[in-house]
């Protein structure tokens, strides 16, 4: 019973690289997110995708692109990686639009 | 933007103390709400929701919902030091929105 899987769970890029992390999830739900979270700020919404097929932007979507590839699988990609971009990531997901959402493990990025 | 806020503490009670974490919203059109909690390194995890006015109990934890008022509350009674975390407080960026909105969190440090 997995849950929402994210990978990796660690990386360090160069400013300019690009990336993408992974997002998977296995209880069949609908709808997906992807946070940030820096010291002082809480979780901030970068983008969400409330089904198969759709996605929409959050609080924060500047740099960012996201691919929702089938019910399962949701993943964000930065272009060209700044040091602001350094935090922990999560991805998460829910049954439907107001349920308690479910969260993966993280990912620390770091862009030096 | 709707906001979430939460005192970012730290709020400090002894072990075997009653801990209250509080949390008001902005958007009158929020009908859940939600008590994550998050340990230092850590994913959030889901410990309560509430839709209801007044309270619930779960456990040690009972959380309280004013609507009128835009108040959300966590009680933690018998506060042990596992319970040192950071509690997150979340709600929908309105009525059926799927943006969940959170607040930046209360850290709590229980002493033995």
């Given at each position: 019973?997995?849950?929402?899987?994210?990978?990796?769970?660690?990386?360090?890029?160069?400013?300019?690289?690009?990336?993408?992390?992974?997002?998977a999830?296995?209880?069949n739900?609908?709808?997906?997110?992807?946070?940030?979270?820096?010291?002082?700020?809480?979780?901030r919404?970068?983008?969400?995708?409330a089904?198969?097929?759709?996605?929409?932007?959050?609080?924060?979507?500047?740099g960012?692109?996201?691919?929702?590839?089938?019910?399962r699988?949701?993943?964000?990609?930065?272009?060209?990686?700044?040091?602001?971009?350094?935090?922990v990531?999560?991805c998460?997901?829910?049954?439907?639009?107001?349920?308690?959402?479910?969260?993966?493990?993280?990912?620390?990025?770091?862009?030096? | 933007?709707?906001?979430?806020?939460?005192?970012?503490?730290?709020?400090?009670?002894p072990?075997g103390?009653?801990?209250?974490?509080?949390c008001?919203?902005?958007?009158?059109?929020?009908?859940?709400?939600?008590?994550?909690?998050?340990?230092?390194?850590?994913?959030?995890?889901?410990?309560?929701?509430?839709?209801s006015?007044?309270?619930k109990?779960?456990?040690?934890?009972?959380?309280?919902?004013?609507?009128?008022?835009?108040?959300?509350?966590?009680?933690?009674?018998?506060?042990q030091?596992?319970?040192?975390?950071?509690?997150?407080?979340?709600?929908?960026?309105?009525?059926?929105?799927?943006?969940?909105?959170?607040?930046?969190?209360?850290?709590?440090?229980?002493?033995?």
């Open positions: 019973n997995a849950g929402v899987t994210q990978t990796p769970k660690f990386q360090v890029l160069k400013t300019g690289q690009s990336m993408t992390l992974q997002c999830q296995d209880m739900h609908n709808s997906m997110y992807w946070y940030r979270q820096d010291p002082g700020m809480g979780l919404l970068i983008y969400y995708s089904s198969e097929g759709t996605t929409d932007k959050g609080e924060v979507p500047n960012y692109n996201v691919s929702r590839l089938n019910k699988e949701f993943s964000l990609r930065l272009e060209s990686a700044a040091p602001s971009q350094t935090s990531y999560f998460a997901s829910i049954v439907r639009g107001t349920g308690p959402l479910h969260f993966g493990n993280g990912t620390r990025l770091t862009v030096t | 933007q709707k906001e979430v806020e939460q005192n970012s503490g730290p709020l400090s009670v072990e103390a009653i801990a209250s974490l509080n008001t919203y902005s958007d009158r059109g929020s009908q859940s709400f939600f008590w994550y909690r998050q340990y230092s390194g850590k994913s959030p995890e889901l410990i309560m929701f509430i839709y006015n007044g309270d109990e779960d456990g040690r934890f009972t959380a309280q919902l004013n609507k009128a008022s835009q108040y959300v509350s966590l009680l933690i009674r018998d506060s030091p596992s319970d040192s975390a950071t509690y997150l407080c979340a709600a929908p960026s309105g009525a059926g929105s799927y943006q969940l909105t959170f607040g930046k969190g209360t850290k709590l440090s229980v002493i033995p």
